[in-house]
């Protein structure tokens, strides 16, 4: 049916602006989603971003309140701000190409590839898998001990952090926080599909420790296991007296 506009009581003049805040962290003041970047809707990851935002945030400010040391706090803004500037270019990129009749959307625009390599919580070191530290971890199609189907992500859900051990490494303390899983003949899960041994591509005894956030941390062989309680204090609450 044909519209016609009789009278409209408020007009306004959008325009488009591509703008990041300078600092995300100045104290105890803390910027996420529009407060932190604005730009163009022809990259259409507004809403997404700021929900990646407030969870990357999310399980810090938690950590914090707990007791992590409050420096966990800075690698907020490292690993995020760098998002969104990309994303800003992106965008900014898009609206030139719309501008011209060009529609098109690539893959950039999935988010799916996002990570933080490289970032202050992506140790530096030669690594021994097929994915690295600060990738978003893969899924796997996994076999409980009875046979059940499970998959990888709903091991991930929660607030907590988890160690995906290849085969049997050497024990690792109890820690507060962090799950731990075994895939392989030895553990409580198998491999059946070769999904888990195809996307992380851990050495035998070799193990992965994923963040709250689905991201990737400290990936290890079973010699370097032991240290990985020291790269915990960073992260983690100090443990209960």
């Known amino acids: 049916m044909d519209l016609r506009v009789i009278r409209a009581p408020w007009a306004s003049v959008y325009e488009m602006n591509a703008r990041l805040a300078e600092r995300y962290r100045v104290g105890r003041v803390l910027l996420a989603g529009d407060a932190a970047h604005v730009h163009p809707p022809t990259g259409g990851q507004g809403l997404n971003t700021s929900v990646q935002d407030a969870w990357n945030l999310g399980w810090k400010l938690a950590a914090v309140l707990q007791g992590a040391p409050e420096a966990l706090l800075d690698t907020y803004e490292v690993e995020r701000r760098a998002v969104a500037s990309d994303l800003l270019e992106m965008s900014s990129r898009l609206l030139d190409n719309a501008r011209r009749g060009d529609h ?8 799916l590839e996002l990570g933080y390599r490289e970032g202050p919580l992506a140790p530096a070191s030669t690594c021994p898998a097929a994915v690295c530290p600060g990738d978003r971890a893969p899924d796997a199609r996994l076999q409980g001990a009875a046979g059940q189907a499970r998959r990888l992500f709903d091991l991930l859900g929660g607030p907590h952090w988890t160690l995906l051990a290849a085969g049997d490494p050497r024990p690792l303390p109890a820690t ?21 041994a195809a996307a992380y591509g851990l050495p035998p005894g070799g193990w992965a420790l994923v963040r709250p956030d689905g991201y990737l941390g400290p990936i290890g062989t079973g010699e370097q296991l032991p240290g990985l309680q020291d790269w915990l204090a960073q992260v983690l609450p100090p443990p209960a007296s």
């Open 104 to 111: 098109g959307r690539g893959r950039e625009t999935l988010q």
């Open 176 to 196: 507060a926080g962090v799950r731990t899983h075994v895939i392989g003949p030895a553990g409580e899960l198998r491999d059946v599909h070769g999904d888990f």
